[in-house]
């Protein structure tokens, strides 16, 4: 029998891993990308002698990664030093107070005693409630194809019929975050966490909470050498199970026949026969450019982001790996860019210094800063606009007592990660879970307008972030296969 050939759209982590497996279970697998690279949104910046991650700086559940390069022949251990990151967060607002949020579980509640005692015995309440969740929902949510309300009627699934009113789908995850904490800043601290999927905690649902039990639970990870190794070990890995990647290559079109995806159209005009297609690219982009559906703009996409990478002179300005600065108003925070859709003018600032866990990502006396603030997706801003708000980002870092010595900078809008992944609006994580229904009517795996169309990342079921597209593609990967058995 010939084996059975499988066109991939975009080497972003879904798709990688998509044709990984794939190529692992004997299917011929080519897999197109249009930057000179793999990995998409975790890609990485060099100068000033720094390296910088463009993308995911924190990594949660590493057993997924583990699970991955398991299934592969090998295992994360041989394929990356992944080390954790302990504190795992720091933490600043700006009336002065400072908290390190610890990476083991156990310390959490003494951490948060040192600016808020009430709250610290709510937190063992509020992380067990969590973990509840997230052990409740996972394997219906996250780790399989989900399928809407039907999964509420199957048998198998009547634990979730009765962990209803835990599920708490009637409220906000702020509206939960209060009625636990009594300190705003610890209702903050949590409320930030649907950042973690690009959504508002004003209008997320608290089923949310399973995101903050993720890192408190799992733990915050890093690999040596930099997240974009991720990027590497899993390419290196697609290549070895066969998968030939060709870089530079943009996909121009889907090519249908009754109905059935059947082929790929390149921009140089060649034309390939695939008997199944995979699209990591955003799945907007996919119906509206690449099938040329006549659609709306995409509804509910996540958050955008601006990013300035510094590289600045070494010096003690008390940072850890990880650390946010909190804004005043986080609702107005929200509102500008949900509801306004303008830049916040005084954002929560996050700055990664990978430098702190990984002396090879700066050169000695030197650091190299990440640093992002959530913007509205699909705006444009001029170039002066974009130059005055990171200036403004750096006098906002001063309030907070941070006046590092830049040496250089490059910055990127919303645009800019438009343009360089091809996501609508530059979303950084596909479509927010901003409603009750996000998870319901977020694309799954199998297209269901094109047959033989398979949709990966993070514009998919289960969402955007690095455990959730690894397991996107391995849940296209198993249906596939299935669906040829
Ligand atoms: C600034 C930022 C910070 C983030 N922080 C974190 C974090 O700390 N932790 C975390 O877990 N996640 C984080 N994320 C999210 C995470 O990076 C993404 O969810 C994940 O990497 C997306 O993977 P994906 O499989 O959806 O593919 P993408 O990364 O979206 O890649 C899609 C690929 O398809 C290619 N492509 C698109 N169209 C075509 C075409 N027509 N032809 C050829 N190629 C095409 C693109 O060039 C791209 O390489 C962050 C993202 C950003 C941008």
């Known amino acids: 029998m010939t084996r059975r050939r499988i066109g991939v759209i975009g080497g972003g982590i879904g798709g990688l891993v998509c044709a990984a497996r794939l190529a692992n279970a004997g299917y011929d697998v080519d897999l197109y990308e249009q930057q000179s690279a793999t990995g998409g949104k975790m890609g990485r910046v060099q100068f000033d002698g720094c390296s910088f991650d463009t993308g995911p700086s924190l990594i949660t559940m590493p057993f997924v990664l583990d699970a991955f390069f398991r299934d592969m022949g090998t295992s994360l251990q041989a394929e990356l030093d992944l080390i954790r990151i302990d504190p795992a967060c720091h933490y600043r607002w700006s009336d002065g107070s400072r908290m390190d949020l610890p990476f083991d579980l156990d310390a959490i509640p003494e951490a948060i005693a040192s600016i808020s005692p009430p709250d610290a015995r709510r937190v063992i309440e509020y992380l067990e409630e969590a973990r509840y969740l997230y052990e409740t929902t996972k394997d219906v949510f996250i780790f399989s194809p989900f399928q809407g309300f039907r999964e509420f009627v199957r048998l198998s699934n009547l634990h979730l019929l009765k962990a209803l009113p835990r599920l708490r789908f009637h409220k906000t995850l702020h509206q939960v975050h209060r009625s636990f904490f009594s300190d705003p800043r610890i209702v903050q601290l949590f409320d930030r966490f649907a950042t973690y999927n690009g959504s508002s905690p004003y209008l997320a649902p608290a089923t949310l909470m399973v995101i903050p039990w993720v890192e408190f639970g799992f733990g915050a990870w890093y690999p040596r050498g930099g997240v974009y190794r991720i990027a590497e070990a899993i390419t290196a890995v697609a290549q070895r199970a066969g998968v030939r990647i060709h870089t530079n290559t943009n996909v121009q079109a889907i090519e249908t026949r009754s109905g059935a995806a059947v082929g790929l159209r390149l921009a140089d005009g060649t034309v390939c026969a695939f008997d199944r297609v995979v699209s990591n690219a955003d799945v907007h982009t996919t119906r509206s450019v690449l099938l040329g559906e006549r659609l709306p703009p995409g509804r509910d996409p996540s958050s955008s982001g601006f990013v300035a990478f510094l590289s600045v002179e070494a010096g003690d300005h008390g940072l850890a790996h990880h650390n946010v600065l909190f804004s005043e108003d986080y609702r107005s ?117 094109v047959r033989d169309l398979w949709y990966v990342g993070g514009s998919a079921h289960p969402g955007g972030g690095v455990p959730l597209v690894i397991t996107s593609g391995t849940i296209a990967a198993r249906l596939i296969q299935k669906e040829d058995q």
Do not use: C, K
């Not at 210094?353 to 913007?375: I, Y």
């Open 333 to 449: 925070e929200f509102d500008h860019i949900f509801r306004h859709r303008r830049l916040p003018p005084e954002p929560t600032i996050y700055i990664a210094r990978s430098v702190h866990s990984d002396p090879s990502q700066a050169p000695a006396g030197r650091e190299n800063w990440f640093v992002l603030v959530n913007t509205p997706p699909g705006i444009s801003v001029t170039d002066a606009e974009r130059d005055r708000y990171a200036d403004s980002l750096l006098r906002r870092m001063e309030h907070f007592g941070l006046r590092p010595s830049i040496r250089q900078m490059q910055l990127r809008t919303s645009e800019d990660m438009a343009r360089l992944w091809q996501a609508e609006g530059g979303s950084l994580y596909g479509r927010s879970s901003n409603s009750l229904f996000s998870a319901f009517l977020r694309q799954r795996q199998r297209s269901n307008r």
